[in-house]
C-alpha cells in the first residue's frame, strides 16, 4: 500500500488552487489595502478560508483491495494500519470506509459466505448486498471477492392489439393503451405520391412494405394518429377486462412516453 493513500483519499487540492489564475476580485480587495497592504501573502488567503476540502476519492482504495484477493487479511489489513494515524480524524476515516468494504464477521451456510452481524441480515447470503465486494473467509482467514447473483434477463415488453375496426386499433405498448387511427395503403401506382410518415413506426410509408405492415397492424394499413386512452375510453372499448390496467416498467414508460409525444390528428 502506497504511504501516502490516506492523504489521496480524503484530501484534494484547493479550489482553483494555481499562481496564474487568481480568483474573480482578487485586485479589487488588494486595491482595498492602499499603502498598508501587506508585505507577504500566503499561498492559501485568496481563496477563501484557505482549507483544502475533504474529498471521497475511494477509487484507489477498491483497486488496492482488489488487487490483494487472495492473500491473508490479516496482513492486508496491518500494512493498510501501517500508514494511517490513528489521532487524525482525517486518516482514521480510512478504516471507516475499508468496514464498509470488506466484511469480517462471515458465516458459511452450505458453502456460502453469510452475513454475520446482528439484526435482519443474519445469515443472508453476502451476494445480495452489492455494497460490499469483498469478505474474509472463516475458515483461512483470506480476503476473497463476493460472487453476485446474476440479475435475470429483462423480458421484452408483451404487445396487445385489439381491433376495433379497419380504421381504429387499441394497441398496449409498456402498459400503456394507445388508440391508433389507420389508413388504408396506397397502391402501387400511388404510393410514391404520398408523403405521410406512419406515426407510430416513424416512417414515410414510402420506405413501408406491405409485409412489415401486416406484421405490426395485422393489415396493410399505416397509422396517421395516435393518442393515449383514458380509463373512461378503455373501460368502453372492446378491450377485455382483464387487460384494463397493466404493468408499466421504468424503461417501458420512458419508451410510452416518448411514443405518446406525437402530433394528434383524430380522437375516438
Known amino acids: ?5 490516506a492523504k489521496v483519499i480524503v484530501e484534494r487540492p484547493r479550489h482553483k488552487g494555481s499562481a496564474w489564475a487568481r480568483p474573480k476580485g482578487y485586485k479589487r480587495q488588494l486595491a482595498r489595502y492602499g499603502e498598508d497592504a501587506p508585505n507577504r501573502e500566503g499561498i492559501k488567503f485568496c481563496w477563501g478560508n484557505g482549507k483544502k ?14 488487487s490483494q484477493v487472495g492473500r491473508p487479511w490479516n496482513k492486508v489489513f496491518s500494512e493498510i494500519c501501517a500508514h494511517i494515524d490513528r489521532d487524525s480524524a482525517v486518516q482514521d476515516h480510512v478504516r471507516d470506509h475499508i468496514a464498509e468494504y470488506v466484511a469480517t464477521n462471515v458465516i458459511l451456510i452450505d458453502g456460502i459466505p453469510c452475513c454475520g452481524d446482528g439484526g435482519r441480515a443474519y445469515g443472508r447470503p453476502l451476494g445480495e448486498y452489492r455494497w460490499r465486494p469483498w469478505y474474509v473467509c472463516p ?16 423480458e421484452p415488453p408483451k404487445v396487445r392489439i385489439v381491433h376495433v375496426s379497419k380504421t381504429a386499433q387499441c394497441r398496449a405498448v409498456n ?12 397502391d402501387a401506382f400511388h404510393i410514391y405520391l404520398c408523403k405521410d410518415v406512419d406515426i407510430f413506426l416513424r416512417k414515410p410509408v414510402t420506405q413501408l412494405s406491405a409485409s ?24 368502453q372499448s372492446p ?11 421504468a424503461v417501458g414508460r420512458r419508451e410510452s412516453n416518448r411514443t405518446i409525444l406525437l402530433p394528434v390528428r383524430s380522437s375516438l
Not at 53 to 66: D, F, K, M, S, T
Not at 140 to 154: H, N
Not at 212 to 235: N, Q, S, W
Request: proline share 6%; glycine share 4%; no cysteine.
Open 239 to 249: 378491450i377485455p377486462h382483464e387487460w384494463w390496467y397493466l404493468k408499466q416498467s
Open 53 to 66: 476540502w475533504l474529498n471521497e476519492h475511494l477509487g484507489p482504495l477498491r483497486r488496492y483491495l482488489n
Open 212 to 235: 412489415e405492415l401486416r406484421r405490426t397492424y395485422g393489415d396493410e394499413v399505416y397509422a396517421v394518429a395516435i393518442r393515449r386512452m383514458t380509463r373512461k375510453e378503455i373501460r
Open 139 to 154: 475458515r483461512t482467514g483470506i480476503l476473497r471477492k463476493v460472487k453476485f447473483a446474476k440479475r435475470p434477463p429483462t
Open 1 to 5: 500500500m502506497r504511504e501516502d493513500m
Open 175 to 186: 402498459g400503456i393503451w394507445l388508440w391508433l387511427t389507420l389508413r388504408a395503403l396506397p
